[in-house]
């Protein structure tokens, strides 16, 4: 199995920028499809970005031009770029497969909060 364990996440001002790194371990990921996903108070958990092993990137309408999603393999990493933060980018942010997506597990998440 894999794991990856997300991290960048803090406390930003509207505007801000934040770099989150989802790290993976006990495996490699290099043939994965990789998405950000996060969670918001009270809401679902929605896909914010994706990534596929080819480097081809899909974004959620609420997030594109803003964030950018990309890989390093050789590090078994995936980075989640976010500039332009608004208080809406509020939520707890996850990094997983497709697969496990669907099945499960889940990681911890990183906490992003923008406010001022």
């Known amino acids: 199995q894999v794991q990856f364990v997300e991290s960048g996440g803090g406390l930003v001002q509207p505007g801000g920028s934040l770099r989150l790194s989802c790290a993976a371990s006990?495996?490699?990921?290099?043939?994965?499809?990789m998405g950000w996903y996060r969670q918001a108070p009270g809401k679902q958990r929605e896909l914010a970005a994706h990534?596929?092993?080819?480097?081809?990137?899909i974004y959620a309408d609420s997030v594109k031009g803003r964030f950018t999603i990309s890989r390093d393999n050789a590090k078994n990493t995936v980075y989640l770029q976010m500039n332009s933060l608004k208080p809406e980018d509020t939520a707890v942010y996850y990094c997983?497969?497709?697969?496990?997506?669907?099945?499960?597990?889940w990681g911890q998440g990183t906490q992003v909060t923008v406010s001022s």
């Open positions: 997983n497969t497709d697969r496990a997506a669907t099945t499960g597990p």
């Open positions: 006990g495996s490699i990921f290099t043939i994965y499809a």
């Open positions: 990534i596929n092993s080819g480097g081809f990137t």
